[in-house]
């Protein structure tokens, strides 16, 4: 399912500095595409209240105080971009997926987006991933390790349905962010291997229809999550991937605390 041209670029708040760094991220995506940037925070209630003295009405007001930190910190930045802001009401994944039926893009922090709805957050930014229908970023906070001073877009170049969409908005991400392209040429048995000739290919492809983007093409045997937490060492800020991969977004992400194996740490963006 598609948005229409004019729908907003949606980010989850909940309080958090990873929500904030969302924003952040977001106000680009919503001025690349001359939408708005709506801002929404998930009660975890069946119903908006409906008497004074309800205790969602607590709640409420704690939505509000955080829409309008989140409101503010996009004001400050002093960028040209219209922000809207909503509460929605019920339960955080079917909320936000229901919400991503009008959106562009959906963004959330990797810490998840429901402040109040604790017990949820390790399942909606998944489920976005699995069932939005609309691409989803879920963006990890920056890692505190030296930067090699490369960025890298990371994005498979395979024969997986839908890959040519997935590889264009990779490059729409590199020219947005000034960022180089590692095209990832994955041997897959799903979907067949990709030789290094159809990966040089792909990759003049890439280079032709976009030539302010610097591409690297790079063969691997593993999936991106795989490839990525092979190369920790590297500086990836963004991994696009396909609808196909979006069970391996935790992965990609990796877990706040010190994983038992390894993981990518990076941020993700499901492409759909």
């Known amino acids: 399912m598609h948005a229409d041209a004019s729908a907003p670029v949606v980010v989850g708040i909940d309080g958090s500095h990873a929500a904030i760094d969302a924003v952040l991220w977001a106000v680009d995506e919503a001025i690349s595409r001359d939408v708005p940037l709506l801002l929404v925070h998930v009660m975890p209630v069946a119903h908006a209240p409906e008497r004074p003295i309800d205790p969602a009405m607590l709640e409420g007001e704690y939505a509000e105080s955080t829409l309008r930190a989140a409101s503010a910190v996009v004001e400050a930045a002093d960028r040209p971009v219209k922000v809207e802001t909503d509460i929605l009401w019920g339960r955080a994944d079917l909320a936000m997926i229901e919400q991503s039926a009008q959106a562009s893009l959906v963004c959330v922090g990797s810490v998840g987006i429901g402040f109040v709805a604790r017990k949820f957050l390790g399942s909606t930014a998944a489920a976005l991933a699995e069932r939005a229908h609309c691409p989803v970023a879920i963006l990890r906070s920056p890692r505190q390790v030296p930067s090699t001073g490369v960025d890298w877009i990371v994005v498979p170049v395979d024969g997986a349905p839908g890959n040519a969409e997935v590889v264009e908005y990779a490059m729409h991400e590199a020219e947005l962010r000034h960022a ?66 979006a069970t391996q977004v935790a992965q990609i992400i990796g877990p706040h605390s010190r994983p038992l194996i390894a993981h990518g740490q990076c941020s993700v963006l499901v492409v759909r």
């Not at 045997?221 to 795989?226: H, I, M």
């Open 180 to 245: 180089p392209i590692l095209a990832v040429g994955v041997w897959d048995d799903d979907f067949g291997n990709t030789s290094y000739a159809e990966l040089d290919q792909r990759v003049a492809e890439m280079t032709q229809r976009h030539p302010g983007v610097h591409v690297y093409p790079v063969a691997t045997r593993s999936r991106v999550a795989g490839f990525l937490a092979e190369n920790r060492g590297e500086s990836v800020q963004l991994a696009v991937v396909g609808a196909n991969a």
